[in-house]
């Protein structure tokens, strides 16, 4: 059993900051990537940033003001957001691709956590 639990999310003004967490906890034998993505009202989910370990990718819209960090030890990742803009509100998930200890590779995901920027 795999759990991804995230915290950090809130309500920001435009031009703030916030930092996501996610941390993933259970039968892990190894994370081959992690990553966050996030779904607006009425648009599909689309992908934010990923990491693995050696690279990590950005969508265009958030490419210099997110990034996206991860640390081996803790099997956590984190999307520290900065320069926030109303179109950034959205539910943000993590993902993880990784492999159990039964010898099983699957992507997992979190619950969400809900990002709102506004005045």
């Known amino acids: 059993q795999v759990q991804l639990v995230e915290s950090g999310g809130g309500l920001v003004q435009p031009g703030g900051s916030l930092r996501l967490s996610c941390a993933a906890s259970?039968?892990?034998?190894?994370?081959?990537?992690m990553g966050w993505y996030r779904q607006a009202p009425g648009k599909q989910r689309e992908l934010v940033a990923h990491i693995t370990t050696g690279s990590t990718t950005y969508a265009d819209s958030v490419k210099g003001r997110f990034t996206i960090s991860r640390d081996n030890a803790k099997n956590t990742v984190y999307l520290q957001m900065n320069s926030l803009k109303p179109e950034d509100t959205a539910v943000y998930y993590c993902h993880a691709d990784l492999g159990t200890t039964n010898w099983r590779r699957n992507d997992y995901w979190g619950q969400g956590t809900q990002v709102t920027v506004s005045s």
């Open positions: 259970g039968s892990i034998f190894t994370i081959y990537a």
